[in-house]
């Protein structure tokens, strides 16, 4: 499993932001999937997952209401919608896939096999 992170940039406060990760393997649809981020010398912290069928999802409660997180299984493609974007945003995102994690862990980084490189997003003030 290879996953490609894309989409980040600098953007003002109150601006938006699309990310995307595609996924490179068999079985997408198998994934529950999830993005983190992380800025220097901090822990990664979980944003968003979304469930194998897109049916669930779950936000951190410091992006609920601006953050949307999304699939496309038959493009093997997972997408974070950000929105009303702050400073306090800017971090590398990392998008993470694993087939047997359970609904108690998919808030901890680690829980995941898989994650990718990373894009960068900076929001200015």
């Known amino acids: 499993v290879q996953l490609q992170a894309s989409g980040g940039g600098l953007v003002q406060a109150g601006g938006s932001l699309r990310l995307s990760c595609v996924f490179s393997?068999?079985?997408?649809?198998?994934?529950?999937m999830g993005w983190f981020r992380q800025t220097t010398g901090k822990e990664r912290e979980f944003v968003a997952a979304?469930?194998?069928?897109?049916?669930?999802?779950f936000s951190a409660d410091s992006v609920k209401g601006r953050f949307t997180i999304s699939r496309d299984n038959a493009k093997n493609t997972v997408c974070l919608q950000m929105n009303s974007l702050k400073p306090e945003d800017t971090a590398v995102y990392y998008c993470?896939?694993?087939?047997?994690?359970?609904?108690?862990?998919?808030?901890?980084?680690?829980?995941?096999?898989?994650w990718g490189q990373g894009t960068l997003v900076t929001v200015s003030s």
């Open positions: 393997g068999r079985a997408f649809g198998s994934y529950v």
């Open positions: 993470e896939a694993d087939q047997g994690i359970i609904q108690s862990s998919i808030r901890t980084p680690l829980q995941y096999a898989y």
């Open positions: 979304i469930a194998r069928r897109g049916g669930n999802t």
